[in-house]
């Protein structure tokens, strides 16, 4: 059997934390799913398409990685692709009480998926897509932070 796992979130852009949990899920699992929020109601920089463009760039080496958008329900998708699990990252304690309450919203709507939460390396707790934009905004380097291919789009939406 093909052991499926999705990776749901907005990914604007995607960043070296992200990274870390997609390469430590895509070894327990036959393939791993980036699913790109399209309604994120957190005003986009990047188009869904260059979201998708920068995930599947930064994850090629991988091998068991795609990357698709959805407009519909995690569950409802997770069901459609025939995945055994979704995964979510955990940064903090704080990041736990929307995380459980997600991840129980998600048993609701299907039991038959679970959700993982998954603690990245510790050098990159800190770190979420909102204060990648800040730095590159102001100039500033955030290249330990992301792949180059999102380096670049980032230095090309900020230039002046
Ligand atoms: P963010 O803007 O916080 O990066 P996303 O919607 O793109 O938000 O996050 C998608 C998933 O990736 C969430 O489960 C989130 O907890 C996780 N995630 C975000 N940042 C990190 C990080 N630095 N390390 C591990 N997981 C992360």
Redesign the pocket.
């Known amino acids: 059997m093909n052991k499926k796992i999705i990776?749901?979130?907005?990914?604007?852009p995607?960043?070296?934390?992200?990274i870390?949990?997609a390469e430590r899920a895509s070894k327990l699992f036959d393939e791993l799913i980036f699913a790109v929020?399209v309604n994120?109601d957190?005003s986009p920089l990047f188009s869904v398409e260059e979201r998708i463009a920068m995930i599947e760039e930064a994850t090629e080496s991988l091998g068991n990685v795609r990357a698709c958008s959805t407009e519909k329900l995690v569950a409802d998708f997770a069901k459609e692709e025939n995945a055994v699990a979704l995964?979510?990252?955990?940064?903090h304690v704080s990041?736990f009480e929307f995380?459980f309450q997600m991840a129980m919203m998600n048993y609701h709507l299907n039991p038959d998926i679970p959700t993982i939460l998954?603690?990245?390396a510790e050098q990159?707790?800190?770190?979420?897509?909102?204060v990648v934009k800040e730095v590159a905004k102001l100039d500033g380097d955030v290249s330990t932070y992301v792949p180059d291919c999102v380096l670049d789009r980032l230095k090309s939406k900020y230039k002046s």
């Open positions: 990776y749901p979130g907005t990914f604007d995607i960043h070296n934390g992200h870390d949990i929020a994120s957190k995964i979510r990252g955990l940064r990041d995380e998954m603690m990245p990159y707790i800190h770190l979420n897509s909102s």
